[in-house]
């Protein structure tokens, strides 16, 4: 197993490489700059030569790409363009909290409603609450997170008065955020739950366990759940990351000052180390995540456990 995961991390950091070298060349050739075209036009020569020196845009393409890979080595992600003498991690982690909060929310909320729908959408197969899951299901993986905001922000928030609108003034405004993120993860992990907990259901051992004597809750919780819950576990990590990146367009439409709202702040600054910086951050959690997922597998189904232990 500790081979498995040497190796897996190995392909981690390669993978790492290829997306930091391809976001670095593709961010460079963005149109524009990211200083203010008026005021850098009125400098002196020498003037703008030191604004180029001080952020080491005035060295050739390959040198800056290679400044950049030894200092990302050593943990420096650079200096902000737009936070006047800020470092990138420092402006990120600063942002983290707020995107953290509504996401691990959003996951929460997803996964119970999803789990509770999905068994007993295959619970009562056919019936209305089966319906309803399908339609829910439909409706999350078709109407945006951006669209779901809106129509919260309007009703709840708006018309209603029940929760704040919009900013990050205290716990209450990340419910809606986290809400409109949800219904997606909701519709994915009740649609994966039902098809699942149907296919085992009909299994051999359920009528078994049927015909021992046990009730219907213990056949479902200790048989059906126990193995139907797999397939969830595999767009979990899918499913986390969507909701950070989703987060992006929903952060501003309720002005809060998460890691989406900077990025898309910076992108339009064409604030290279911060865009950068937050492309590394997104990749890494996402495929450590996915290495969490898999080696979650193990715990969950022995048998990925004892092939993982004979491929090492």
């Known amino acids: 197993m500790l081979k498995y995961v040497l190796k897996r991390l190995g392909y981690i950091l390669v993978t790492l490489w290829v997306i930091v070298t391809c976001t670095f060349f593709m961010m460079k050739n ?12 009125i400098m002196t020569p020498q003037q703008q030569e030191r604004v180029l020196e001080m952020y080491g845009l005035n060295d050739s393409l390959p040198m800056q790409y290679v400044k950049y890979i030894k200092n990302m080595l050593k943990g420096d992600l650079g200096t902000s363009f737009t936070y006047v003498n800020q470092d990138v991690s ?21 996964l119970a409603i999803g789990l509770i729908l999905g068994i007993l959408a295959a619970w009562k197969h056919n019936s209305g609450i089966d319906y309803f899951t399908m339609i829910l299901a439909v409706l999350g993986v078709s ?9 919260l922000q309007y009703y709840i928030g708006l018309k209603w008065g029940v929760l704040p609108v919009g900013f990050w003034t205290g716990w209450n405004c990340s419910v809606l955020p986290s809400i409109a ?28 366990a049927r015909a021992k004597g046990l009730s219907q809750m213990k056949v479902l919780m200790r048989h059906a759940v126990r193995n139907s819950i797999l397939p969830v576990v595999t767009i979990l990590g899918p499913i986390v990351v969507n909701l950070m990146t989703g987060s ?22 064409n604030d290279y180390p911060v865009i950068m910086g937050i492309t590394i951050f997104y990749a890494a959690f996402y495929m450590l995540i996915v290495l969490l997922v898999d080696l979650a597998y193990s715990l969950i189904d022995p048998r990925i ?5 004979k491929e090492s």
């Open 30 to 41: 963005l149109p524009g700059t990211p200083f203010d075209a008026e005021r850098f036009s």
């Open 305 to 309: 456990r004892l092939a993982k232990g």
């Open 90 to 110: 420092k402006v990120i982690t600063g942002r983290l909290g707020p995107s953290a909060l509504i996401g691990i929310q959003a996951v929460l909320i997803g």
């Open 181 to 208: 993120l949800s219904f997606s993860a909701t519709a994915m992990v009740a649609r994966f739950m039902r098809t699942e907990m149907l296919d085992v259901l009909d299994q051999d051992y359920i009528v078994t």
């Open 248 to 269: 992006l367009a929903v952060e501003n439409i309720f002005s809060i000052p998460g890691i989406g709202s900077l990025f898309v702040d910076c992108i339009k600054a």
């Open 143 to 151: 109407v945006p997170n951006f669209v779901a905001a809106a129509l």
